[in-house]
């Protein structure tokens, strides 16, 4: 092995792509501070998911963080 601290990219850790949200997916939807909020939904063929107070929202092809964080600001 290289003493200079450089490996081959062969020793490298695989990193793994965050998961994109896909159709037929069913997501548990939570809330902290209301649980009348709480639903679990699958998201249809055409990427969107029916919620509680919200218009559809699209979920396909997006990370489950990035849902989280505009489900967050859309709530009331």
Known sequence: LPTDGS???MFEPAIEPEYRIQV???LAIRSYYDPQ??????????????????QDVAVFDRTPADVAAQLSEQYP
Do not use: K, Y
């Open 7 to 9: 490996q081959p990219a």
């Open 37 to 54: 909020l709480n639903q679990d939904v699958v998201v249809r063929r055409d990427g969107r998911i029916s919620l509680i107070l919200l």
């Open 24 to 26: 037929g997916d069913r």
